[in-house]
């Protein structure tokens, strides 16, 4: 008579009370707690692309580093001797600048004393006082020249002045003449802002746009004197967070490919190699035009 008491009773008790316990507690509280609290907590945190006073770098601004390219100078080895590194405070600018962290705060220009820095330096990186924007570009323009040079493409600098009916411009920082499309190959480089009024717009929109912008101006201006004198121009376009315009990207392409297979090297390693230099080169301007005009 004992043994069939236990064994009902231990059963039974077990059946009833434990195995409905697990499915009707734990599993609803993780499905319910869970899902709503990300939902709601995330997306209210991020910022605006909207705001025309620069309150938030909009998405696209950093994104524009990704428009063609990654910032692969982040990426180098640092090296003082072969000029290849950023100094402390360049360093320290960069990144702040890159990921949107205001670099700059209520301070005037020195050299521009009615106008104010913003927080993301667009007033420091176009500002035509003290050379930074000329020198910013010719040094752009060396390192492209150093790379033609090295490809045998027989390079020129500043080519197109005193010919053709506009004899004061030159629509060519640097004259290829070996180029596979039957006629010299006039790159005309240009570094220009995401942030300036006339492409904010469309930037907040379309990643790249501020450098299409550019391109089309280039054309515009330079295509016609091009024709005359039987070159072929090629707007070379980066924009100051590092983004190239399409036909920059093509034209490096195409360089990158035939140093390539003069040197005997992966074209990917020869792409690395020409967009680290041109983006520290890029970076480490655009660093020293800021922290010139920090008091």
């Not at 707690?33 to 025309?52: F, L």
């Not at 402390?88 to 705060?105: D, H, N, S």
Request: hydrophobic share 35%; glycine share 6%.
């Amino acid at each position: 008579m004992a043994k069939p008491q236990r064994n009902t009773m231990a059963t039974s008790q077990r059946d009833t009370m434990a195995t409905p316990q697990r499915d009707t507690m734990a599993t609803p509280q993780r499905n319910t707690m869970a899902t709503p609290q990300k939902d709601t907590m995330a997306t209210p945190q991020r910022p605006s692309n909207s705001s025309m006073n620069y309150d938030f770098p909009p998405d696209q601004f950093m994104g524009s580093s990704f428009v063609h390219f990654f910032p692969s100078y982040l990426c180098l080895t640092p090296s003082p001797r072969l000029n290849l590194h950023l100094e402390p405070a360049e360093f320290q600018v960069a990144l702040k600048w890159w990921l949107g962290i205001p670099v700059v705060q209520g301070q005037s220009c020195p050299h521009c004393p009615s106008c104010v820095l913003d927080d993301f330096g667009h007033h420091s990186l176009t500002c035509k006082h003290e050379g930074d924007v000329v020198s910013r570009h010719n040094k752009l323009r060396d390192v492209l020249y150093d790379f033609c040079q090295r490809a045998c493409l027989g390079p020129r600098l500043e080519m197109g002045c005193g010919a053709g009916s506009d004899s004061q411009s030159r629509p060519a920082n640097v004259l290829v003449s070996n180029r596979d499309l039957g006629k010299p190959a006039a790159f005309d480089l240009s570094v220009t802002s995401t942030l300036q009024s006339s492409a904010l717009l469309e930037a907040s929109v379309t990643a790249g746009s501020a450098a299409q912008l550019a391109e089309n101006r280039k054309h515009n201006n330079s295509d016609k004197k091009c024709d005359e004198l039987g070159w072929v121009c090629i707007p070379l376009v980066v924009e100051t967070y590092g983004g190239w315009g399409a036909e920059a990207v093509a034209a490096l392409s195409k360089l990158a490919g035939r140093l390539s297979v003069r040197n005997n090297e992966l074209k990917s390693k020869t792409i690395f190699s020409l967009y680290s230099r041109l983006g520290l080169t890029l970076v480490r301007a655009n660093c020293r035009a800021i922290l010139s005009r920090l008091t």
